[in-house]
């Protein structure tokens, strides 16, 4: 059911574009460069593609590191690439080692390894003396100690923001004199590492409650230390369906607009109470659900009820066997795990661009305002409410419109005011955080993108030719297929994936037959004409 290559455009190669990076952000790279007739060639420092998610037993520098037993937060119907579908009888939410066996189904399907120079790290991409007229970059490589130069007419940065441990240790007094061990979550591995120890896990984003649910399999006591709480979110949402099957459509996208922030919040808070209390649990914030990036966790309320995770307030100082917690407890410990994060930079981008605090100025995320020509962009730079892998293709699909000449870019003093704007928005809407620099919301910034390249979805035009198709897309799950509807880049199988993806979804639970009862009675009336007056809303909002 995916989309073939097209020889006629690989055939007509012209421009070279220089890919950083080959995980899954590179991946997509090589081939929206090759569907625009472009010529990639995709620099990869390790000898294998998957980047974050290609478990290694020991972690390589410069490269996103993970965890044995990880298994994504996003499904398979959400995160996979647009015009190539996740096997049906794969599960809904992977283990990394499915999630390699995708990436190297889609690199053999498009062909994409041949383009990829493994083992070759960039060293320098600078600017050439005419760039001003011809926007070319120069391009060092380094492999088996070899360094080479070469012309390139654009560079994609697939590079990622999971690649350099954040590490505040100046921010816990006492560390320096502990005498237990201390990592960063980049370079845990396994839990029966902490046998029989008791650990502190500092942080609880989605590493920090991960690990605090694996490590307590196998330890005496973990303890997870966390400045502000949390609000826990669970993979597996109402009827058993995936949680972002449910929440990521564009009926609630359009009535979480009609609302205030406010009383989103409180919804979606009772219905997370309901499950469990986050006070009793010692876990609510004092921040809204909204003005923090979520933590997916199934297990963590287990864990603490059972009094195998107890959660603790943030550590105030470490002395040589123990940790002080602000509330003036203390407690005797072996080890700590830091899962403080992840920050970023482009030492290879001589003065191009500049990190501070996390942050760099960019155009939706891509593009630097104030090079003269738009020859470099950066992809996966962001931090999703949602899949990154879907963004990144369309991030992709648009860029190498852009390096084509296709698609133009605004004025700079436009860029710069949209730069602002967002990163107002931002700092307005959430908690101060490392991470909350590049935060996105899914379906808003996928439209953004496909807006650019002219792609969204016309609700109206399909209400009135495909009602079938529209009341899906419009009510069920915005899939990445809806991006391959129309316009640049359209698939063919894009209709059928959409209708079929329930059946995707179903398909790997069924492992035992099961009689199901007939099925109840047809939607009332009244519910079809509140849907259609709702259909009619959401069309008056896209026009």
């Known amino acids: 059911m995916a989309a073939g290559r097209d020889p006629m455009v690989e055939g007509s190669m012209a421009k070279k574009v220089a890919i950083i990076g080959g995980g899954s952000s590179g991946l997509c790279a090589i081939k929206a460069c090759l569907q625009e007739g472009l010529e990639p060639i995709c620099f990869e ?13 020991r972690p390589e520098e410069g490269r996103a590191s993970i965890y044995r037993s990880v298994i994504i937060n996003t499904s398979k119907e959400m995160m996979c690439f647009s015009d190539f579908p996740i096997p049906e009888d794969f599960p809904n939410y992977m283990h990394n080692s499915k999630i390699m066996e995708y990436f190297r189904m889609y690199a053999q399907h498009f062909d994409l390894l041949r383009h990829i120079r493994f083992r070759t790290s960039v060293c320098r991409v600078s600017k050439r003396p005419d760039f001003a007229a011809t926007g070319q970059w120069d391009v060092v490589t380094e492999s088996e100690g070899k360094q080479e130069a070469a012309v ?16 505040p240790l100046s921010t816990f007094p006492g560390i ?15 839990a029966r590492d ?17 690990l605090a649910v694996e490590i307590s399999q196998t330890a005496k006591q973990v303890f997870l230390s966390t400045r502000r709480g949390a609000w826990i979110l669970n993979r597996v949402g109402d009827h058993g369906y995936p949680i972002d099957i449910i929440f990521t459509t564009r009926m609630k996208t359009f009535l979480k607009k009609l609302l205030s922030a406010s009383m989103v919040s409180s919804f979606m808070e009772k219905q997370l109470n309901m499950r469990f209390d986050h ?17 997916i966790n199934d297990d963590l309320p287990n864990r603490i009820i059972s009094g195998r995770v107890l959660v ?10 123990s940790a002080i917690f602000e509330d003036g ?6 080890a700590v795990v830091f899962a403080t994060g992840y920050s970023f930079s482009f030492s290879f981008l001589e003065g191009c661009v500049k990190v501070v605090e996390n942050q760099i100025p960019l155009y939706k995320f891509m593009f630097p305002p104030h090079l003269e020509k738009p020859t470099l962009a950066f992809i996966g730079l962001i931090q999703p409410l949602g899949a990154i892998m879907p963004i990144s293709e369309l991030q992709c699909r648009w860029a190498t419109r852009i390096f084509k000449g296709l698609n133009k870019l605004p004025p700079r003093h436009d860029m710069e005011a949209d730069i602002k704007q967002k990163r107002e928005a931002m700092a307005k809407r959430y908690v101060r955080s490392q991470r909350h620099t590049i935060q996105v919301d899914y379906i808003p910034y996928m439209d953004e993108l496909a807006c650019q390249v002219g792609v969204k979805p016309n609700l109206l035009a399909l209400f009135l030719t495909d009602p079938k198709l529209a009341l899906e897309v419009a009510f069920g799950p915005c899939t990445p297929y809806q991006y391959r509807l129309r316009g640049p880049g359209k698939w063919a199988g894009a209709r059928e994936a959409i209708l079929t993806q329930q059946q995707r979804i179903i398909k790997p639970l069924q492992t035992r037959h099961v009689e199901e009862q ?19 809303a959401i069309i008056f909002a896209y026009l």
């Open 312 to 321: 603790k307030p943030n550590v105030q100082e470490f002395t040589e066997t």
């Open 329 to 334: 407890s203390r407690e005797d410990i072996d």
């Open 152 to 167: 390139f007419d654009g560079v994609l940065v697939c590079t990622g923001h999971h690649t350099e441990a954040h590490l």
């Open 279 to 295: 006070s009793h649990y010692g876990l609510k914030p004092k921040h809204r659900i909204l003005d923090q990036h979520p933590t």
């Open 176 to 190: 320096e004199k502990f005498k237990g061990c201390y990592l960063h979550s980049r370079d845990y591995k396994d």
């Open 518 to 536: 007939a099925s109840g009675p047809a939607t009332p009336l009244f519910f079809k004409l509140v849907g259609a007056m709702a259909i009619l």
């Open 194 to 210: 902490f046998t029989d120890k008791r650990v502190i896990v500092i942080g609880i984003g989605n590493s920090g409650s991960d």
């Open 45 to 57: 420092r390790t000898g294998d593609i998957g980047g974050l998610w290609r478990f290694e037993e």
